[in-house]
């Protein structure tokens, strides 16, 4: 026998003697109360935990080389979110695992989609291998659509081959959201192939398909894609339960669907729900909570609060066949959140795999800086510097297309409005009420381009905002009331590296917050990168944007997979039609 199976044998039977009661459990909870997600009951007693591993449950375990007395708090599996981008925190996989671990967050299903579109492969591999520095586990999907459409111009690209090739790390767990619907349900053979990758190695295929309805539903099912993360509307919501996908509540910064799909949630339709926050920003980490406060949500429109402590936990474990996880069982894995009570879930007292992470708030496990390859730190390359005139508009006589920004959601409206123009038929950065320009910048020193276009709803009134976070190709979104400010505040970006900046009506730089790993995310504690957050989101309602997180907002207008009309580096997407306008 090898010394590995020689460990994992002395380990076992040391929680076997745990189990029988012929030995002290390593730590043991006492006066608990235990929420069991299979039976949907709480019991009164003691929970044996013997290294890594629940060992027993009851009231005949008395006895721990550490005894925590829970005072009648209530021990709930650790909590696993479904479907998260790390990078949409702006925080690298250390500092978030110290900040989500806090709140019972034991373990989360990432797609570092966004990465992959900046830096390729290279992005996924380092995204993996500093998750493994983190005091939760980190389990990846393979980036599926990158980039995702070719209506836009990224830094990365994963054909099949390195799909493949990701698929085989041991840390991934299946295919990310499959984005290219269309290529899906018209059999494009690049898409099925990653699918067909996937599928040879026995692992989940995620997918995303907003507003795909009937016979396209049905095709991409066929494929076999299991989950979805963007249903607009509970009918949608409910066809897709019918037809046997999962759905994953998304609960996250920009937008949330618990209100909507709350409803659905039955005696029958529980087993097929997940949470997942898909994009969280740091200082709501801080402040509000992760899945826990999605939890506290849910309870207050109504719902059993075990039930959903089992869509949070079990429902997202067996789906992802992390089998050893999920549930307060003997044999399972001890990663456990003693919460106060079912209506609050504040996180008393965190174990993870079997210790002590967390208690009332604090992580235990300190988080160093890690370093960070010299390509990650070097990712926004423009072309040349830009110049008021770059952001020159100009339309025949007629209504013109504008993106019309829809409040809590993704999807955009469509119009077609009646806008402001000079005597050359020129379009101002300010051509109406509650319009400016907008613009994507190609920031990957591949080609230059540059569209401009029009959107109503972020509301500046002087200024600029302007971001290098943009889904998913990730080049430079700037809104602006002025072309002058426009170009300053991606010129501004180009020389930081990435972030978020404002821009005064002057030209001066009024706050920045700099994202130097891929322009995406910052090397800083999570309190720094709160403070820098809100102060330029501060900076931002003072030219007059009453978006409650413009940036984030923003950096979906990007994004050509979601309806109805947005723009790329390369124009005006109609996304109902996948054509340019």
Same mark, same amino acid.
């Given at each position: ?15 076997? %003697?745990?189990?029988? @009661? ?6 043991? +909870? ?12 709480? &019991? ?44 949409? *925190? ?5 500092? +978030? ?43 990846? &999907? ?6 995702? *459409? ?72 066929? %494929? ?58 740091? @200082? ?41 996880? @999920? ?76 993106? @019309? ?88 970006? %180009? ?87």
């Amino acid at each position: 026998m090898d010394n590995k199976n020689s460990g994992a044998v002395e380990v076992t039977q040391a929680c076997l %003697a745990v189990s029988r @009661g012929d030995k002290p459990a390593d730590i043991l +909870l006492k006066n608990g109360r235990i929420v069991n997600v299979f039976s949907g009951r709480v &019991t009164e007693g003691n929970v044996a935990i013997s290294g890594g591993t629940i060992a027993g449950m009851g009231g005949e375990y008395t006895a721990g080389e550490k005894v925590i007395d829970l005072d009648g708090a209530y021990v709930s599996p650790g909590l696993i979110d479904a479907h998260l981008h790390i990078e949409s *925190t702006l925080l690298l996989p250390p500092e +978030l695992g110290r900040i989500i671990i806090r709140h019972g967050t034991t373990a989360v299903i990432n797609d570092p989609h966004e990465i992959a579109n900046v830096l390729g492969p290279a992005g996924v591999n380092m995204m993996i291998e500093l998750s493994k520095q983190a005091p939760c586990d980190f389990f990846a &999907t393979v980036p599926s659509s990158v980039p995702s *459409t070719d209506l836009e111009t990224a830094g990365g690209e994963l054909d099949a081959g390195r799909v493949k090739d990701l698929l085989q790390n041991p840390s991934t767990v299946g295919l990310g959201e499959v984005m290219n619907y269309p290529g899906v349900i018209g059999g494009d053979p690049e898409v099925h192939k990653k699918i067909a990758a996937a599928k040879a190695l026995g692992k989940i295929i995620d997918g995303h398909a907003p507003a795909v309805r009937g016979r396209d539903l049905q095709a991409y099912l066929a %494929a076999g894609i299991t989950t979805d993360h963007e249903c607009i509307t509970a009918e949608e919501a409910l066809e897709k339960l019918t037809c046997g996908m999962k759905v994953i509540i998304r609960h996250g910064s920009a937008t949330s669907s618990l209100a909507e799909l709350i409803p659905l949630i039955n005696s029958a339709t529980s087993g097929s729900f997940m949470l997942g926050s898909d994009d969280r920003e740091a @200082g709501e980490l801080l402040e509000k909570g992760h899945l826990n406060e999605a939890l506290k949500q849910a309870v207050a429109l109504g719902t059993d609060p075990l039930v959903m402590i089992k869509i949070a936990s079990l429902n997202a474990a067996s789906h992802y066949r992390l089998y050893d996880r @999920g549930a307060v069982a003997p044999g399972y894995r001890a990663d456990l959140v003693v919460f106060e009570d079912l209506s609050n879930f504040r996180a008393r007292l965190v174990i993870k795999d079997g210790r002590e992470a967390a208690r009332n708030g604090k992580a235990f496990m300190p988080v160093e800086p890690p370093e960070l390859p010299s390509s990650a730190l070097n990712s926004v390359r423009l072309s040349r510097g830009l110049e008021e005139k770059d952001f020159t508009l100009t339309y025949p006589p007629g209504k013109v297309p504008v993106i @019309g920004v829809v409040a809590g959601q993704l999807i955009t409206d469509k119009f077609y409005l009646d806008v402001e123009r000079n005597g050359n038929g020129t379009v101002t950065a300010k051509p109406g009420p509650g319009i400016n320009k907008i613009a994507v910048v190609e920031r990957h020193g591949k080609n230059g381009n540059l569209a401009v276009g029009l959107i109503q709803g972020i509301n500046l009134e002087k200024g600029a905002i302007a971001s290098s976070v943009a889904h998913d190709s990730h080049n430079i979104v700037v809104v602006g009331a002025s072309e002058k400010a426009m170009a300053r505040a991606v010129n501004e970006l %180009a020389e930081s590296g990435g972030g978020f900046v404002v821009i005064g009506e002057d030209g001066s730089v009024k706050a920045l917050l700099p994202l130097p790993a891929g322009g995406l995310m910052s090397d800083q504690p999570a309190e720094w990168v709160a403070e820098k957050m809100s102060r330029v989101l501060e900076a931002a309602r003072e030219l007059g944007t009453s978006v409650p997180q413009p940036f984030l907002t923003l950096s979906f207008m990007a994004l050509p997979v979601i309806p109805s009309l947005k723009i790329t580096d390369r124009g005006l997407v109609d996304v109902d039609n996948f054509a340019f306008l």
